[in-house]
Nanobody, 123 residues
């Protein structure tokens, strides 16, 4: 059974940093991995993505320069390093696995989702 397990979500003050982890198990791995987030009353939005074979990364404009996505293929784990956190970064963060890579990071193309980890940023 495929599982994506996120961890690392906590409450922090604005300006702080966090590292989220997503450990994948049950399959050999995905070609692309991503992070999404969802706040109450809002649609789930894509945050960052990584092509696992090349390490090429991609970011939403709202987090560019503050967040970094990385992967450890040996551990089948993807990370989201978040710096200079803002209250508007408060959301449930979800790890996503794509068996195939596409142009873009639509949630409709995600094959597997994690259960989410909550990040709360206070001002």
């Amino acid at each position: 059974q495929v599982q994506l397990v996120e961890s690392g979500g906590v409450s922090v003050q604005a300006g702080g940093s966090l590292r989220l982890s997503c450990a994948a198990s049950g399959y050999s791995g995905s070609n692309c991995m991503g992070w999404f987030r969802q706040s109450p009353g809002k649609d789930r939005e894509w945050v960052a993505g990584i092509y696992t074979s090349t390490g090429i990364t991609d970011y939403a404009d709202s987090v560019e320069g503050r967040f970094t996505i990385s992967r450890d293929n040996a551990k089948n784990t993807v990370y989201l390093h978040m710096n200079s956190l803002k209250p508007e970064d408060t959301a449930m963060y979800y790890c996503a696995a794509y068996r195939r890579c596409f142009v873009g990071w639509s949630s409709a193309w995600v094959d597997y989702w994690g259960q989410g980890t909550q990040v709360a940023v206070s001002s």
